[in-house]
């Protein structure tokens, strides 16, 4: 299964660049979790924003207008973010426990926007005994690299998703003059100045057989796939992605049949042989009164 993996991984465009919104988020009470997957054919990515109630408010608290003349809401915000790129909204709902918005999207071939993190390539390992052959799949998680990708993105550059997130969406009018599109993050919602970014987590979730050992958390399990979950900190350490699994070796099997084959064979032969040297009736009781009868006996014979 794992192989398939990796020749997808060759297309998969991981959309580091969204990703960012959790920058300001998770080590705050919200999480982004990322989940790559197919379905019917078609590689997903799906993106589930998660912001408790208490963050939630005070954003919207500290929102400024927006160029349409409306105030910033946590909704508004990231449904137009994803709108941008293509991203359907799959769910979105706000409870007394906090906002929830899952968006996705359908990759064919190469997608359309930049990459900033790490592809997720597995590199193979194999150790092997007469019986099983052991696979070691590692990947860098495609979450490296993002931190230095967000530090590099430099004042007023607004092409890429990452930029438009750290800057805003904007651009030039005939005049030369900056016209705002949509504000960046933290000024849309300036409550996210005052956090600090340090330990911000982000979630990758990948799908693969629950016959599988591997560094990441198992969080569903159904038939024989299994959901894999694999974490890292917003910061510039790298972590890594790890699939151990075991394959049996046919001939070594091959060899343990024959063999056995063979020394139930050799019991059986053996057995055979020792039941033909056991002596017969015949052989344990050879007295013929016939042949040993004494015809020139002198006896008397009674009258």
Known sequence: MLSRFSQKSKRIIFLIAIAVCAIFLTGCGAT???YDYTADGVHYNM????????TAANMEASAITAPDGKKYTVASYFYDFFDDYGYELVSAHTTDKGYTASYRKA???VGELFEYGTPVEFKYTYTQNLFYRTTDALSENPFNGVREAYDNVSEMQSVTPIERLKNGSVAFDENGDVVIGRHALTEAFPYLKTLNTDGMLLNYVRYGSARMDSSGTVIASRDNT??????????RTDAKIEFMYKNAVP??????????GGIALGVILLITRQKKQKPSLLDKFPYNPEEYRDYDSHLPMSK
């Open 251 to 260: 001939y070594g099997w091959y060899i343990v049949a024959i063999t056995g």
């Open 32 to 34: 982004l979790t990322v």
């Open 47 to 54: 993106y589930e924003l998660n912001i408790d109630a208490v």
């Open 226 to 235: 299994a959901a894999y979950l694999f974490s890292r900190y917003f910061d």
């Open 107 to 109: 990759l064919y071939g």
